[in-house]
Each structure stands twice: as structure tokens, then as C-alpha cells.
């Protein structure tokens, strides 16, 4: 016999109090799994749908600005082509989708119209998109949107949320905006001369209320050519992950091109910051909550088994247990009872968090095999907090006070 | 000199700030070997004075030796550790720790002393022979008669090899003829192993067996005479 067996023995011999003393942390313990798996994979959601918002991220020529680019003047700055090169072969954590454009503004008959020289994603290098994601604790961050098999695997199917990235446009074929369209009253498979150059109208964009509607798109290669402006950029459009920005992206970006201006689009990015940090504090405060329900519950439990052991505590320090080994004796109880409400709570609230994510939030959730660790360490502290004031109590218990009890 | 206690005084203070004397001024020395009874009527400070000389209470003033070592002034350590080494105790209500079997109950004692479980389980079983309950290993205290309980509380008090074995009103709870078994398992231990037993008592005829009789009245020395000492001393 040790003092683990006469610890385990003591707990075994109440059980109807030892479940019940239990229920509060594993209750906790599991609420805590619960909302974080559905939360790591409902803030992988929400970063997809976030991210989707569009291009966050622009670089352009030093002095130029954001103006500059949309109205695309004849003599308006530009940069090399290979500085998209230099942003790919980094090891940059968090960009995604690189777009480098050309834009120019040109007279077709009598309006006039700005042609984008655009390079399909087929022909930009890729890179791997995202870090994978952090599960632990407080650390826990809205990811960023995982890369689209991850996407596609989690069911995020719709269609308004795919990226618009032109997959592959060919050295002669253009995409017109939808105004510019109707002014051109071109359509799809007719033929359209720019600048001497005569291009097969590959398909008339939808309505987007936006510039692009009045545009005309062309391949980044073929535009460069045309308008004599060979390996030159107005500009990269760059989706960032919303967490890597608010970690400092661009300043990193700004070490590796210098002389360009590198902007976010403030308005989306501060949306995804600020619905990121939303979701955080909410975990961070469900979490202070749990802890202190949980730790005095346990401390509750522990207070009541103390004073009902009164007369044995008493009997063991009588046969010569010192006042530290009943101390010793009650956190190893408060030790096996947060591993305890440890494992049950991460079993239970991750099974919750599979069966009803998909039925509350509609995303599946899978278990994070890490958050086992940090509920069963959770647990265990906030066990053996709560029972730092019953054991002191305890090993405080005169052993003669008990003695002449019947 | 085995146990020396030199005016031991002893007050309870109480929540309402009136302070009880249990003891003024006892002086007793108990020599190796010896079975000590203490009697004197209910509230006369018999338990209190024996809580004393085993390190279960510290005195509010006076010293107590044993074997050379001060225990007036020694800290938790100290005492636990006397009292895990040097001495076993049988109380009236047994102390029994009631989810733990009579074996498990005697290898508390033993679990602190050796690791080797199997040996903890061996000789707890030949202490629960010797007070001959070797039938009764696996039942819960419950499950025991009064003095079969207070048997299993015997020998966990021997499962240390004590030099002194503390007795409060051990037969209190017990019937004459059970007292008696009791009182003669006492007395062998005394004789044969050379225990030194001290025994609250409250009957005359318990305190017969001690060949040191102390006898107290509020918590005074009222009467300490050495009837059989001399016997056990030649
Ligand atoms: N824990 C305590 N707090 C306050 N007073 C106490 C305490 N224990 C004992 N006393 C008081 O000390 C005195 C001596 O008590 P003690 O228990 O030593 O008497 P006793 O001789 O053993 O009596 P009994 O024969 O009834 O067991 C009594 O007056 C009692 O009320
Ligand atoms: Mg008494």
C-alpha cells in the first residue's frame, strides 16, 4: 500500500460522490472542447468567408497611389514584372493569390476604356498557401483560410464565395466588363481590335458595380507588348491572410520590395481584424468563466469530503502521517480528479461539438487531438487550484480533535 | 529514563475565551517495560495527559522526554515522525479507517515504514493472527464486531513494533468478557514483547493490571503508587 492507493481507494468508496463531485469539471471541461472544436473550425469558416472578400493587399510603384492605378494614365508609374518573382520564392507566411496587373488607358473608337493586362492563375508560381493552423488554448486565432482542398473537403461550396481568379486566358483573347460591353456592343465570340490588335472576346464579365465593369482584360503578356511596356507592373493585388497582416505582413513585404508602396484595402481588412478579435474575446471569456465555475465547485467538493473525513484524517495523522503528506494526499485526489474530468470532458464536449456543429452551425467538426492535452492540463489545474484551500484545511485538523469522536 | 513528563500543564482555550485547565503540574516518569494505568473520574484530564506523552498535543507548559528526545517544543516533523516509529495507539472508538479492510487497515502504519507491498501484506497478516482474526483479512471494520474491531486496532498498533502502546479506555465499548480478552491480549504484549503500555481506564479493575497507577482529579497528580513495580523491576 502507498499514499496513491489509499487516495484511490477513498475515492472508489464513495462513487456517488465522486460523480457528482466530477460533474462540475467534466461539465466544464467539456463545454471548453465543445466550443473550441466548434470554434477552430467555424473561425475556418468565417476565414474563408473573409478572405473571399477580395484582394486586401496592393503593391504599386513608389509614389504612386491607389488612384493612380484605377485611372491608369498613359505616363502612370510602373515596376518590374520579377518583383512578383521575389514575393514568391520568399518564404512569406500568409500571402495568397498574387495578382500582377498592367493597366493602361486606351481609345477604342471614340471611348475610351482601361485595359488590364492580367496573368491567369495558371501561370503564376504557386506557393504554399497557408501555415497550418494553431489549435491551442487562447492562442487560437480565426485562421486563415485554408488552401481550397481543405475548403472543398470542409463542404464550402458556394459559388459567391469562390475567389473570381481567371484560371486561363489565352495570349489573343480578352474578357470584357460588363459596361464596357454594352458600349462596344460586343459579345461573346466576336472580335474586337485594340490598338491594331485584333482579340477574340473570350466572355463579357457579370455585373459587379465596380471598376471592373467598365474594363477590358487581357493577358498581362500580351498587353505589355502591345503597349511597349515590356516586364513592367502597375501593380500586384495580393489576398493576405487577415492574421498575417495584423502580424505585421507588410513591413515584412516592405523588406523585400523597397521601392514600392505596399497598401492594405483598409475597409475589408479592418472587417476581418475586427471579427477575428471578436471571436477571441468571446472564447477568452467563456474560458474565465468555466475556470472559476469549475475550480469552485471542485474546491466545493473537496471542502465537503474534507470535513466528512474529518475523523479519518484525524486517524492518520494519529498513526504518524505529517501535516505536509495529508496536504500531499488531498492534491493527489485533486490531481486524479482533474485528469479524470480532464479526459471524460474532452470525450464528451468533443462528441457535442461532432454532433451538433453540423446541426447548429452547419461545419462539420473534427477532433483536435491537441485539445486533449490542454483540457486534461486545464483540468488539472483548475482542480488542484480549487482544492488548495480544503487541503490546507485538512492537513490544519488536530489529530486529538477527532480522536474522542464516536 | 524511558518517557519523563516534568509539570505538565495543559489549558483549552475556547472560542468564547474562557481557558480550561486539563492539567496543571503533572509529573510522571515511566520506565521502560512498565504498564501504566491512569484513572480518575469523567473530565479529569486522563486523555489529555495521554495525548501528551504520545505527541498527539503539546503541552501548554512543562517538558516531556522520551528516551533523551524533548517532544514539548518539537515541531509536526518531529512528532509525526515519533509517533509513526515509537508508539501505537488503541482508542475506545478505535480509530478504524472504515473504507479500508482490517489488513489494509493495519498496513497504513506499515506503508509508511516499507515500500515492499507484499511485505506490508505478510506481516500484516501475522498481526492480525497474532490478536486471531487471520479469518476476518478482508472485512471492513463495519463488518466486525466491537471487539473484533478493536482487535484489528491492536494490531495495527504493534504493525509499527512500538516501544509504547497508548490506550484510551480501550474496553470502554466493549462487554466485561470482551474487556477481559482485551485487557489480557494488553498484558501479554507487555510481557512477552516488553511493550511499555500506558492505559486510560475508568474501571478498578483495569487499573489492577498497571503496576503504575496514576491517578487524577482536575487535572492534578491526585495518586501515583507502584504497586506491582517492584515485581517487574527485580
Ligand atoms: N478540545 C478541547 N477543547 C476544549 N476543552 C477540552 C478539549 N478536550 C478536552 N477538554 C476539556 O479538558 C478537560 C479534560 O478533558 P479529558 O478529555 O482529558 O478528560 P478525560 O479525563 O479523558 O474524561 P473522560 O473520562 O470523560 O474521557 C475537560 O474538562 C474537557 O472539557
Ligand atoms: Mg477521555
Same mark, same amino acid.
Request: glycine share 8%.
Given at each position: 500500500?502507498?499514499?496513491?492507493?489509499?487516495?484511490?481507494?477513498?475515492?472508489?468508496?464513495?462513487?456517488?460522490?465522486?460523480?457528482?463531485?466530477?460533474?462540475?469539471?467534466?461539465?466544464?471541461?467539456?463545454?471548453?472542447?465543445?466550443?473550441?472544436?466548434?470554434?477552430?473550425?467555424?473561425?475556418?469558416?468565417?476565414?474563408?468567408?473573409?478572405?473571399?472578400? #477580395?484582394?486586401?493587399?496592393?503593391?504599386?510603384?513608389?509614389?504612386?497611389?491607389?488612384?493612380?492605378?484605377?485611372?491608369?494614365?498613359?505616363?502612370?508609374?510602373?515596376?518590374?514584372?520579377?518583383?512578383?518573382?521575389?514575393?514568391v520564392?520568399?518564404?512569406?507566411?500568409?500571402? =495568397? /493569390?498574387?495578382?500582377?496587373?498592367?493597366?493602361?488607358?486606351?481609345?477604342?473608337?471614340?471611348?475610351?476604356?482601361?485595359?488590364?493586362?492580367?496573368?491567369?492563375?495558371?501561370?503564376?508560381?504557386?506557393?504554399?498557401?497557408?501555415?497550418?493552423?494553431?489549435?491551442?488554448?487562447?492562442?487560437?486565432?480565426?485562421?486563415?483560410?485554408?488552401?481550397n482542398?481543405?475548403?472543398?473537403?470542409?463542404g464550402?461550396?458556394?459559388?459567391?464565395?469562390?475567389?473570381?481568379?481567371? =484560371?486561363?486566358?489565352?495570349?489573343?483573347?480578352?474578357?470584357?466588363?460588363?459596361?464596357?460591353?454594352?458600349?462596344?456592343?460586343?459579345?461573346?465570340?466576336s472580335?474586337?481590335?485594340i490598338? /491594331?490588335?485584333?482579340?477574340?472576346?473570350?466572355?463579357?464579365?457579370?455585373?459587379t458595380?465596380?471598376?471592373?465593369?467598365?474594363?477590358?482584360?487581357?493577358?498581362?503578356?500580351?498587353?505589355?507588348?502591345?503597349?511597349?511596356?515590356?516586364?513592367?507592373?502597375?501593380?500586384?493585388?495580393?489576398?493576405?491572410?487577415?492574421?498575417?497582416?495584423?502580424? #505585421?505582413?507588410?513591413?515584412?513585404?516592405?523588406?523585400?520590395?523597397?521601392?514600392?508602396?505596399?497598401?492594405?484595402?483598409?475597409?475589408?481588412?479592418?472587417?476581418q481584424?475586427?471579427?477575428?478579435n471578436?471571436?477571441?474575446?468571446l472564447?477568452?471569456?467563456?474560458?474565465?468563466?468555466?475556470?472559476?465555475? #469549475?475550480?469552485?465547485?471542485?474546491? /466545493?467538493?473537496?471542502?465537503? /469530503?474534507?470535513?466528512?473525513?474529518?475523523?479519518?484524517?484525524?486517524?492518520?495523522?494519529m498513526?504518524?502521517?505529517?501535516?505536509?503528506?495529508?496536504?500531499?494526499?488531498?492534491?493527489?485526489?485533486?490531481?486524479?480528479?482533474g485528469?479524470? #474530468?480532464?479526459?471524460?470532458?474532452?470525450?464528451?464536449?468533443?462528441?457535442?461539438?461532432?454532433?451538433?456543429?453540423?446541426?447548429?452551425?452547419?461545419?462539420?467538426?473534427?477532433?483536435?487531438?491537441?485539445?486533449?492535452?490542454?483540457?486534461?492540463?486545464?483540468?488539472?489545474i483548475i482542480?488542484?487550484?480549487?482544492?488548495?484551500?480544503?487541503?490546507?484545511?485538512?492537513?490544519?485538523?488536530?489529530?486529538?480533535?477527532?480522536?474522542?469522536?464516536? | 529514563?524511558?518517557?519523563?513528563?516534568?509539570?505538565?500543564?495543559?489549558?483549552y482555550?475556547?472560542?468564547?475565551?474562557?481557558?480550561?485547565?486539563?492539567?496543571?503540574?503533572?509529573?510522571?516518569t515511566?520506565?521502560?517495560?512498565?504498564?501504566?494505568?491512569?484513572?480518575?473520574?469523567?473530565?479529569?484530564?486522563?486523555?489529555?495527559?495521554?495525548?501528551?506523552?504520545?505527541?498527539?498535543?503539546?503541552?501548554?507548559?512543562?517538558?516531556?522526554?522520551f528516551?533523551?528526545?524533548?517532544?514539548?517544543?518539537?515541531?509536526?516533523?518531529?512528532?509525526?515522525e515519533?509517533?509513526?516509529?515509537?508508539?501505537?495507539?488503541?482508542?475506545?472508538n478505535?480509530?478504524?479507517v472504515?473504507?479500508?479492510?482490517?489488513?489494509?487497515?493495519?498496513?497504513?502504519?506499515?506503508?509508511l515504514?516499507?515500500? %515492499?507491498?507484499?511485505?506490508?501484506?505478510?506481516?500484516?497478516?501475522?498481526?492480525?493472527?497474532?490478536?486471531?482474526l487471520? %479469518?476476518?483479512?478482508?472485512?471492513?471494520?463495519?463488518?466486525?464486531?466491537?471487539?473484533?474491531?478493536?482487535?484489528?486496532?491492536?494490531?495495527?498498533?504493534?504493525?509499527n513494533?512500538?516501544s509504547?502502546?497508548?490506550?484510551?479506555?480501550?474496553?470502554?465499548?466493549?462487554?466485561?468478557?470482551?474487556?477481559a480478552?482485551?485487557?489480557?491480549?494488553?498484558?501479554?504484549?507487555?510481557?512477552?514483547?516488553?511493550?511499555?503500555?500506558?492505559?486510560v481506564?475508568?474501571?478498578?479493575?483495569?487499573?489492577?493490571?498497571?503496576?503504575?497507577?496514576?491517578?487524577?482529579?482536575?487535572?492534578?497528580?491526585?495518586?501515583a503508587?507502584?504497586?506491582?513495580?517492584?515485581?517487574v523491576?527485580?
Amino acid at each position: 500500500m502507498n499514499l496513491f492507493n489509499l487516495v484511490w481507494i477513498e475515492l472508489l468508496h464513495r462513487k456517488g460522490r465522486l460523480v457528482s463531485g466530477l460533474t462540475a469539471i467534466v461539465l466544464g471541461i467539456s463545454v471548453i472542447a465543445a466550443i473550441r472544436s466548434v470554434t477552430v473550425f467555424s473561425e475556418r469558416a468565417v476565414a474563408v468567408n473573409l478572405d473571399n472578400l #477580395g484582394a486586401n493587399i496592393m503593391v504599386l510603384p513608389q509614389g504612386a497611389t491607389t488612384d493612380d492605378y484605377y485611372t491608369a494614365d498613359i505616363d502612370a508609374p510602373t515596376f518590374p514584372e520579377d518583383y512578383v518573382e521575389r514575393i514568391v520564392s520568399s518564404n512569406l507566411q500568409g500571402v =495568397d /493569390n498574387l495578382s500582377p496587373k498592367l493597366t493602361r488607358r486606351i481609345k477604342v473608337g471614340k471611348d475610351n476604356f482601361v485595359l488590364t493586362g492580367i496573368l491567369p492563375a495558371n501561370e503564376v508560381a504557386s506557393k504554399p498557401l497557408w501555415q497550418t493552423v494553431g489549435l491551442m488554448g487562447a492562442e487560437v486565432k480565426a485562421s486563415c483560410a485554408p488552401s481550397n482542398s481543405k475548403n472543398q473537403s470542409l463542404g464550402y461550396k458556394d459559388e459567391r464565395l469562390q475567389r473570381k481568379t481567371i =484560371d486561363s486566358l489565352g495570349v489573343s483573347d480578352c474578357y470584357i466588363g460588363f459596361i464596357a460591353a454594352q458600349k462596344l456592343s460586343v459579345s461573346e465570340g466576336s472580335d474586337l481590335t485594340i490598338e /491594331n490588335k485584333k482579340f477574340k472576346v473570350a466572355k463579357v464579365l457579370p455585373e459587379t458595380g465596380t471598376v471592373d465593369d467598365g474594363r477590358i482584360f487581357a493577358h498581362l503578356h500580351t498587353v505589355q507588348e502591345l503597349l511597349d511596356i515590356d516586364h513592367q507592373l502597375s501593380a500586384i493585388e495580393i489576398m493576405g491572410c487577415c492574421n498575417a497582416i495584423s502580424d #505585421g505582413l507588410l513591413s515584412k513585404m516592405r523588406n523585400i520590395l523597397p521601392d514600392t508602396r505596399i497598401t492594405t484595402i483598409g475597409q475589408i481588412v479592418s472587417t476581418q481584424i475586427q471579427t477575428n478579435n471578436m471571436m477571441n474575446k468571446l472564447s477568452f471569456i467563456f474560458l474565465i468563466i468555466i475556470l472559476l465555475v #469549475g475550480g469552485i465547485s471542485i474546491g /466545493n467538493y473537496m471542502w465537503a /469530503n474534507v470535513n466528512e473525513r474529518r475523523k479519518e484524517i484525524g486517524t492518520y495523522r494519529m498513526i504518524g502521517f505529517s501535516q505536509s503528506r495529508i496536504y500531499t494526499m488531498l492534491l493527489m485526489k485533486a490531481v486524479i480528479l482533474g485528469l479524470i #474530468g480532464g479526459v471524460l470532458g474532452y470525450v464528451i464536449g468533443t462528441l457535442a461539438g461532432m454532433i451538433l456543429g453540423p446541426q447548429l452551425a452547419g461545419i462539420s467538426v473534427q477532433p483536435i487531438f491537441t485539445l486533449f492535452f490542454v483540457c486534461v492540463l486545464l483540468s488539472v489545474i483548475i482542480s488542484v487550484a480549487g482544492s488548495l484551500i480544503p487541503a490546507h484545511q485538512a492537513s490544519r485538523i488536530e489529530p486529538y480533535s477527532t480522536m474522542q469522536e464516536i | 529514563m524511558f518517557l519523563q513528563l516534568k509539570n505538565i500543564s495543559k489549558q483549552y482555550h475556547h472560542r468564547n475565551g474562557t481557558a480550561i485547565n486539563a492539567l496543571s503540574n503533572v509529573s510522571v516518569t515511566i520506565e521502560q517495560g512498565q504498564f501504566a494505568t491512569i484513572s480518575g473520574p469523567s473530565g479529569s484530564g486522563k486523555s489529555t495527559l495521554l495525548f501528551t506523552m504520545g505527541g498527539l498535543l503539546r503541552p501548554s507548559s512543562g517538558n516531556i522526554i522520551f528516551n533523551g528526545q524533548p517532544l514539548h517544543d518539537a515541531n509536526d516533523i518531529t512528532l509525526s515522525e515519533f509517533r509513526k516509529n515509537h508508539v501505537g495507539y488503541v482508542m475506545q472508538n478505535y480509530c478504524l479507517v472504515p473504507y479500508l479492510t482490517a489488513e489494509e487497515n493495519v498496513m497504513i502504519p506499515l506503508s509508511l515504514l516499507q515500500k %515492499d507491498k507484499a511485505k506490508q501484506k505478510e506481516t500484516a497478516r501475522e498481526l492480525l493472527a497474532t490478536v486471531g482474526l487471520s %479469518d476476518r483479512i478482508e472485512h471492513y471494520p463495519k463488518e466486525l464486531s466491537s471487539g473484533q474491531q478493536q482487535r484489528v486496532a491492536i494490531a495495527r498498533a504493534l504493525s509499527n513494533n512500538p516501544s509504547l502502546i497508548l490506550a484510551d479506555e480501550p474496553t470502554g465499548n466493549l462487554d466485561p468478557s470482551l474487556a477481559a480478552e482485551i485487557l489480557s491480549l494488553l498484558k501479554r504484549l507487555n510481557e512477552e514483547k516488553g511493550i511499555t503500555i500506558v492505559m486510560v481506564t475508568h474501571s478498578p479493575e483495569a487499573a489492577s493490571y498497571g503496576n503504575i497507577q496514576i491517578q487524577l482529579k482536575d487535572g492534578k497528580m491526585a495518586d501515583a503508587h507502584l504497586s506491582l513495580a517492584k515485581e517487574v523491576l527485580v
